[in-house]
């Protein structure tokens, strides 16, 4: 029962190059949740998706900043030109849908990607 | 400040001794969830707790919600070394539709169980 998938696990880019950080939900979900992780600071939503649609992308930065979540294949989140302040870790999580018995229900979270610009 | 404050930032404890953290937030919340985050790792989902609950137990957890002081509380009983880690609150919107998909993380308190 594999989890939330998330590759590579640490990715390096320097100023200018283009970051794509993959998600794999687990079995059976549907929902995918991205969130960032500054240093020294908690999560913050970015970006939620369900196949083929982006939900609310309220979270992401205007520019550079793209997510998908095609029929088949994993969720992508992608950052064009990359800069330094960029670098975070970034969360994927996953739900079965909208969680029956009230949000943050059945959320399981990825290990993350740690992303860092040289 | 923002929504989902934990507090102290860092506590650091010898094993066996209980360790208590603080959430606070500001908004009205369906719930409120705890979760740990070792170093360099993911998160880890502890506990939840339901706005209409006042208290809530895993193993060694105790969770507590106020909802009238908009805060809760993370008691970790007999703690031992491979409790260090950070750990966070978050808090889920109340309300149906909309953006109640959504959490609200705090920074997270340091957890060090010293040997």
């Known amino acids: 029962n594999a989890g939330v998938m998330q590759n590579p696990r640490h990715l390096v880019r320097r100023r200018g190059q283009e970051a794509r950080l993959r998600c794999s939900p687990m079995k059976g979900h549907s929902h995918v949740y991205w969130y960032r992780q500054l240093p020294e600071e908690g999560l913050k939503f970015m970006v939620y998706?369900?196949?083929?649609?982006?939900?609310?992308e309220s979270g992401m930065p205007k520019e550079r900043f793209s997510a998908e979540f095609p029929k088949e294949g994993p969720s992508i989140l992608r950052i064009q030109q990359v800069v330094r302040g960029d670098s975070a870790a970034y969360f994927c999580?996953?739900?079965?849908?909208?969680?029956?018995?009230?949000?943050?229900?059945?959320?399981?979270f990825g290990s993350g990607t740690r992303l860092t610009v040289v | 400040s923002q929504q989902g404050e934990e507090d102290p930032q860092a506590l650091s404890i010898q094993e066996g001794e209980n360790a208590t953290m603080n959430c606070s937030y500001k908004?009205?919340?369906?719930?409120l969830q705890w979760y740990r985050q070792n170093s360099g790792r993911g998160l880890v989902h502890l506990i939840l707790?339901?706005?209409?609950?006042r208290e809530k137990h895993s193993g060694r957890l105790r969770v507590t919600l106020d909802t009238s002081k908009k805060s809760s509380s993370l008691l970790i009983t007999a703690s031992r070394a491979a409790d260090t880690a950070s750990y966070f609150c978050a808090t889920a919107p109340l309300g149906g539709g909309g953006s109640n998909y959504k959490l609200t993380f705090g920074k997270g308190t340091l957890l060090t169980v010293n040997p």
């Open positions: 908004t009205s919340i369906n719930n």
């Open positions: 707790i339901r706005s209409n609950e």
């Open positions: 999580a996953s739900s079965p849908g909208v969680p029956i018995r009230g949000p943050g229900y059945g959320y399981t």
């Open positions: 998706l369900q196949k083929e649609n982006i939900i609310d």
